[in-house]
């Protein structure tokens, strides 16, 4: 599966930004495996932030971003969003979807099947 990222951009602390994950090569109906957010901020490790399971049953959000970000799919349109509120500067990084080699979530970097191309998410005022 190919996946492309998309939605990142600059927004003041506070605010709001939807990054979308779109699959191409397969159909995420009939997807198995999970497909999650990493981010990296310079000069550190990429760290898994969420992940949906290929049902949708199963999700996952790190520490630093429960109750502020949320994931879902749509099928129909072959994508994954995650939806991020009350943005804080320390959410600035690269944002990175993945596909996972389990069904279930979380996904550890070493648990990836594929990865898709970054997008930048930057939180300034």
């Known amino acids: 599966v190919q996946l492309q990222a998309s939605g990142g951009g600059l927004v003041q602390p506070g605010g709001s930004l939807t990054l979308s994950c779109t699959a191409s090569?397969?159909?995420?109906?009939?997807?198995?495996?999970?497909i999650g957010w990493f981010r990296q901020a310079p000069g550190k490790e990429r760290v898994g932030v969420s992940c949906?399971?290929?049902?949708?049953?199963?999700?996952y959000y790190s520490n630093s971003v429960k109750g502020r970000f949320r994931i879902h799919r749509d099928n129909a349109k072959n994508t994954v969003y995650l939806q991020m509120n009350s943005l804080k500067p320390e959410d600035t990084a690269v944002y990175y979807c993945?596909?996972?080699?389990?069904?279930?979530?979380?996904?550890?970097?070493?648990?990836?099947?594929?990865w898709g191309k970054g997008t930048q998410v930057t939180v300034s005022s």
């Open positions: 993945a596909s996972s080699l389990e069904r279930l979530c979380p996904i550890s970097p070493f648990g990836v099947r594929d």
């Open positions: 090569g397969v159909s995420l109906v009939d997807y198995r495996h999970a």
């Open positions: 949906i399971s290929n049902r949708g049953e199963n999700t």
